[in-house]
Nanobody, 124 residues
Framework: QVQLVESGGGLVQAETSLKLSCVASGLTFSTKNMGWFRQAPGKERELAAAIAHHGTTTFYRRSVRDRFTISRDNAKNTVYLQMNSLKPDDTAVYYC?????????????????WGQGTQVIVSS
């Protein structure tokens, strides 16, 4: 069974940091592009950050660029999202995602596997 399991979410204050983890199983992790989508209450799901299977190409949406860092450890089948200088607007459920098409800006319909999500709440 292909599975992505996120962890690391929580309730934090603005300007603090949080690190999310996503552990993959049931897939050949090193061949998959990985990313973190997020969905805030009442808003569309959006791609926050992505990393190619080889780890040398990344994408960040403008609102998180310079604050978030995505990384992966293929030996551990894990992708991370280090989130610094958190803002209330970062409040969302964060979903780990995996896909095969060779892009770090995937359309939603390209996602092959979704995690269940981990909630991040940033208070002001």
């Amino acid at each position: 069974q292909v599975q992505l399991v996120e962890s690391g979410g929580g309730l934090v204050q603005a300007e603090t940091s949080l690190k999310l983890s996503c552990v993959a199983s049931g897939l050949t992790f090193s061949t998959k592009n990985m990313g973190w989508f997020r969905q805030a209450p009442g808003k569309e799901r959006e791609l926050a950050a992505a990393i190619a299977h080889h780890g040398t190409t990344t994408f960040y949406r403008r609102s998180v660029r310079d604050r978030f860092t995505i990384s992966r450890d293929n030996a551990k089948n894990t992708v991370y999202l280090q989130m610094n200088s958190l803002k209330p607007d970062d409040t969302a459920v964060y979903y780990c995602a995996a896909w095969s098409v060779p892009t770090v800006q995937p359309q939603m319909n390209a996602i092959e596997t979704w995690g269940q999500g981990t909630q991040v709440i940033v208070s002001s």
